[in-house]
């Protein structure tokens, strides 16, 4: 792979630097992974405390805020890594997606929309839990369902560390569009709870 080299100064620039060694020219994000970008090891356990600390020591440094009085090109590079780390920060921090996108590094043949729910088993339980939903008459009842399914969900995302650990593909693809549905229930049934309340007496 090829050396790059500092768009400002031509010097050699390691590929995961955000800025130049020779001129402190910041540098365009790259093809670096989530992981990478914010210097943490690639894996599902991620220490939040940590990456919490990583993305704000990268946003002091790489926001926009920062090159407004350099040229337009610097400018528009800072733009490009802050978006990148926010994307990166975003993915990681949220378990759904983090676990999507690692599946992904992992060559995991997951739907494209993430929610497309392709399982017998699952399609028959998202199916009876959301009539469950519809049947459902009070907010204490809702919020009963509610609370399982935030378990299940609990549930699921422990599992997925260890098959994430084991590299089990068929057992990620379908805890991940387990945790899809999950999430989305809950989101339904939030929003009947809602319904449910400012409809009482």
């Known amino acids: 792979m090829q050396t790059p080299m500092c768009w400002s100064c031509g010097a050699p620039v390691e590929a995961a630097a955000s800025f130049c060694a020779a001129c402190q020219a ?3 994000p790259g093809q670096l992974d989530h992981f ?3 210097g943490l090891g690639r894996g599902y356990t991620v220490d939040l405390a940590a990456l919490d600390r990583a993305y704000f020591a990268l946003q002091r440094r790489l926001h926009p805020d920062r090159f407004v009085r350099k040229q337009p090109r610097e400018r528009a590079i800072s733009q490009q890594q802050a ?16 676990a999507r996108y690692l599946a992904e590094l992992m060559d995991v043949d997951l739907p494209g929309d993430g929610r497309t729910i392709d399982d017998p ?4 339980e998202a199916m009876e839990a959301r009539e469950a939903l519809a049947e459902a ?3 204490a009842e809702v919020q009963a369902l509610e609370r399982r399914s ?3 969900s609990d549930a ?3 599992a997925l560390r260890e098959l994430f650990t084991r590299a089990d593909q068929a057992g990620i693809r379908r805890a991940i569009l ?5 999430d989305k229930f809950v989101e339904e049934a939030r929003a009947r709870r809602l319904n449910l309340g400012s409809a009482g007496p």
């Open 36 to 38: 990478a970008r914010l």
């Open 121 to 124: 088993q699952l399609l028959m």
């Open 83 to 98: 978006a990148a780390l926010n994307e990166a920060y975003e993915t990681l921090k949220h378990p759904i997606r983090r």
């Open 178 to 182: 387990r945790l899809a549905y999950l």
């Open 150 to 152: 935030r378990d299940e």
């Open 156 to 158: 699921a995302i422990a």
């Open 26 to 28: 910041v540098q365009p």
């Open 137 to 139: 008459g009070t907010v």
